[in-house]
């Protein structure tokens, strides 16, 4: 059967149905005298609510893709709309602001201060924001609530374990009520027990929330999960089912 390199046109689909939309999108990094081209024309649609794993062999451009579609880095050329939103279109800080109030984002190793604790990590983003300490506070509570982490949230990085830490990464990305959450490999760092538990996590926020997801993983147990899963080599996208 032969493998198409591209997601069906989201003409096909209705636009209010559709959070994310990436047309031709081309990435090339240039690393001295070599040129590296992690996307070469990509095109991918997700819908509002779906979750969606990103799987491929190391190096395919999964990361990559992520980072491009979430506006963390820049495409050398094509289109990224999110929620309607060319965010090529916005400048350095009106991207920062939209992804601070659109977006989440959790991270294989968790990336906490380890300073602050568990309550003080979720509402820094929102603080840098300008947020009101107050307010991001109370969100920040909500979110670890949300996690099943609110007896926790005066206890430091070191006094949780890798699932606590990586539900405290959670309810950062939660605490804006974002409508996508980004996560690169976030059970990459867990065991088996402690990532099936995130996942479980991960797929009830989908559910009661419709919260959409895009995940990277090498695991196709956590792909399975999914609702669907874009499998990605050599800078394209080979398939999706």
């Known amino acids: 059967m032969a493998i198409a390199h591209s997601e069906p046109a989201s003409a096909a689909l209705p636009v209010a149905d559709v959070i994310i939309e990436a047309q031709g999108v081309v990435k090339t ?3 001295g005298e070599i040129d590296v081209p992690a996307l070469r024309g990509v095109d991918l649609t997700v819908r509002r609510g779906e979750m969606v794993a990103i799987m491929g062999p190391s190096g395919c451009g ?4 992520l980072n491009c579609l979430s506006g963390l880095d820049t495409v050398d050329s094509g289109v990224i709309r999110i929620a309607g939103t060319d965010i090529a279109t916005l400048s350095d800080n009106a991207k920062t602001t939209y992804r601070a109030r659109q977006m989440g984002f ?3 190793f968790y990336n906490l201060l380890p300073v602050l604790s568990a309550a003080e990590n979720v509402e820094l983003p929102l603080v840098v924001s300008g947020v009101k300490a107050k307010e991001a506070r109370a969100k920040a509570l909500a979110a670890l609530e ?3 982490l609110e007896e926790r949230a005066g206890h430091r990085p070191a ?3 890798g699932g606590e830490r990586q ?15 980004w ?3 976030p059970t990459g760092d867990l065991d088996s027990k402690t990532a099936d538990e995130i996942m479980t996590l991960l797929e009830t926020l989908n559910r009661e929330q419709q919260l959409t997801f895009v995940l990277v993983t090498h695991d196709p147990g956590i ?3 999914c609702h669907r899963i874009v499998h990605m080599r050599d800078g394209l996208i080979e398939g999706s089912g």
């Open 29 to 31: 990094y240039f690393t």
């Open 62 to 65: 999964k990361t990559t893709l």
């Open 106 to 108: 959790v991270f294989q």
């Open 146 to 148: 949300r996690v099943g």
């Open 159 to 161: 006094q949780l374990s």
């Open 167 to 181: 539900r405290v990464t959670i309810a950062r990305a939660l605490a804006n009520n974002p409508a996508i959450v």
């Open 183 to 185: 996560a690169d490999e």
């Open 223 to 225: 792909g399975a999960r």
